[in-house]
Nanobody, 124 residues
Framework: VQLQASGGGLVQAGDSLRLSCAASESLFSGYTMGWFRQAPGKEREFVACVFRGNGRTYYADSVKGRFTISRDNARNMVYLQMNSLKPDDTAVYYC??????????????????WGQGTQVTVSS
């Protein structure tokens, strides 16, 4: 299984970006699909996910109301729409898939499959 993330770039504060994640085969029926990010010198942190157990979406407090995760099962795609971007959102963004339970959706060690990362840089 491979995950391929794309859509990053350099934008100004307040702009929007949409990240895409393509899976080589269908993960969605049995996997939580999520987005994480890692800024220089910081640990990888949870951004958002679609939980496999109930199909609901979950977000980090720092992005709630600005970011939206969605998935297209027919195309094996996961998206992260990012609006009102801030300089603090600057990071490498990774898509991931894992057979998580609800209490572990925010922890990267519970995700098995990872994309290569896409850089998002937000200038002030």
């Amino acid at each position: 299984v491979q995950l391929q993330a794309s859509g990053g770039g350099l934008v100004q504060a307040g702009d929007s970006l949409r990240l895409s994640c393509a899976a080589s085969e269908s993960l969605f029926s049995g996997y939580t699909m999520g987005w994480f990010r890692q800024a220089p010198g910081k640990e990888r942190e949870f951004v958002a996910c679609v939980f496999r157990g109930n199909g609901r979406t979950y977000y980090a407090d720092s992005v709630k109301g600005r970011f939206t995760i969605s998935r297209d099962n027919a195309r094996n795609m996961v998206y992260l729409q990012m609006n009102s971007l801030k300089p603090d959102d600057t990071a490498v963004y990774y898509c991931a898939g894992g057979k998580t339970i609800l209490s572990t959706i925010r922890f990267p060690e519970y995700y098995t499959y990872w994309g290569q990362g896409t850089q998002v840089t937000v200038s002030s």
